[in-house]
């Protein structure tokens, strides 16, 4: 069972690395001099909720992999900058329409803002040209 998810700014050439496995996890936790260039994990215990509303958006601009332990989402920088603009449109009400209380354990409330500190963080990723890593733990 998956504790949790973290999502990762990096350049492409990074995520390419990681793909390849000459980068290692050790990458992610801060082991290293090199880091991604941005980390957000406030939500990590919220990833099947946010999966569930926002995968019909994200969807179009990821690939999945398993190759980054465990399971892996990603978007190339210039799939992120689409996705940006995406991501900006998603209002209350949509989020509203794909919540299910019977399925979810997180309150909509707490998602609303979750989502919206993801769609910033896609924005500054956006704004550096990164690429975008979500993955589960």
Not at 74 to 90: D, R
Not at 111 to 117: A, N, S
Request: some cysteine; proline content about 4%.
């Amino acid at each position: 069972m998956s504790l949790g998810g973290d999502f990762y700014a990096l350049t492409d050439l990074q995520l390419e690395r990681m793909l390849e496995g000459a980068l290692g996890l050790e990458f992610l936790y801060d082991e290293l001099e090199e880091k991604p260039r941005e980390c957000y994990s406030e939500a990590e215990h919220a990833w099947y909720e946010l999966m569930q509303i926002l995968s019909p958006v994200m969807m179009p601009f990821s690939e999945q992999t398993d190759t980054i332990p465990e399971m892996s989402q990603f978007s190339w920088a210039n799939e992120v900058a689409e996705l940006a603009e995406e991501l900006v449109e998603i209002d209350d009400e949509m989020i509203e329409e794909r919540y299910d209380p019977e399925e979810m354990n997180t309150d909509l409330d707490t998602l609303k803002g979750y989502i919206k500190k993801i769609v910033s963080f896609y924005q500054r990723a956006a704004q550096h040209g990164d690429a975008v890593l979500f993955r589960v733990t």
